[in-house]
């Protein structure tokens, strides 16, 4: 019996050393951190930026000795824009890889799709660019650095309204656009303007004509271009020019992408768009990042969502080095007592409801194939 007991408690402490050694654990080996995000089709134009720059704070990361010593590594799944992608990826990570903390979603549908199973799981969920109004307080576990669209939604009709009396709005059937499109609507009216047409399209869409005719029949002064995807956005834009509707042409944040510069060529020329603000040069953390990521990777545009992936990893450096561990709970809890964080994106903090605080958005332009801050 003594020899049985024995036996039993060797294997009890060798099933022990294993879980802890496991990926999942954070007691030894390397912190393991997951991201979800679009890194396939069209939405891939800013999933894979986003990815490149959370790889370039992981590489400064671990080239400086790590987390207290432990090398940092990322498993990235591929969430397609889309909530039931990301559920499927959600699951595995928090699942399977047992992670406790997850970077993104960085479309909106794809973190509203995957909450319900990192709340239950106790998963921390970060994104750089979810900017649906509808997260607003949707976890005790979410977190996010990018503005919510409640400020956006109400930011623009405003804008627009101080310039036009009728406007048109085009949105994409998808949680992000709807949600704006909501705060949008109710704003613009309350400021006396007038929705003069309101279309929706799905996702799938290629063709807008059939919605751009009756957009041109009512002959609005502004056109609100709300898409999820900026492919699509473009080609709204570029569809329009082409079937002669003259509306100055406002965009949401989607449309800043080079992709969207890219596809919409000159019709997107003089285009506004809401945004959040760039990085700022006198910072020197942000030189410091647009150096290291212009000379790996190239392309800087949205680049205010890669310094808020860039920021949210440093993030979790600090509160996994500080805390001395990843439990989700403690992790929790510091993230939201977490005060003037200085990133590259700006100095903040987080609400009581996960929203980044001090940061909000500005009005931008296209001119010259770029998109600049607006006089």
Known sequence: ???FIAILIILVIAVTFLYNGSSGSWQSGPVTIGFVGPLTGDAASYGEPIRNAVNVAVDEINNGGGINGREVRVIYEDGKCTGRD?????????????????????????TLAMLPITEE???????????????????????????????????????IAEKHDTVAIISEKTDYAQ????????????????????????PETGDFRSILAKVKAANP????????????GATIARQARELGIGSQFYGSNVLSGSKALEVGGEHVEGM????????NPQNEKARRFLDAYTSQYGDLSIEFY??????????????????????????????AKMTDFQGVIGTYSFDS?????????ILKKVEGGSVVPAN
Do not use: W
């Open 1 to 3: 019996m003594k020899k």
């Open 86 to 110: 990301a559920v499927s990826a959600a699951q595995k990570l928090a699942n399977v890889d047992k992670v406790s903390v997850i970077i993104g979603g960085v479309c909106s549908g794809e």
């Open 121 to 159: 799981r106790g998963v921390v969920v970060l994104s750089p660019s979810a900017s649906s109004p509808d997260l607003t307080g949707a976890g005790s576990y979410f977190f996010r650095n990018s503005p919510s669209d409640n400020a956006g939604g109400a930011f623009v009709a405003d804008v």
């Open 179 to 202: 949600a704006l499109h909501n705060i949008f609507s109710i704003r613009y009216a309350d400021v006396g303007g007038s929705i003069v047409a309101d279309e929706h399209y799905a």
């Open 221 to 232: 002064s502004a056109l609100f271009i709300n898409p999820q995807i900026e492919v699509a």
């Open 272 to 279: 506004y768009v809401f945004d959040s603000p760039g990085l």
């Open 306 to 335: 890669l310094g808020a992936a860039y920021d949210l990893v440093h993030i979790v450096a600090n509160a996994v080095a500080e805390t001395g561990t990843a439990d989700p709970d403690k992790l929790r809890d510091y993230l």
């Open 353 to 361: 409801n996960g929203d980044i605080t001090n940061i909000g958005p």
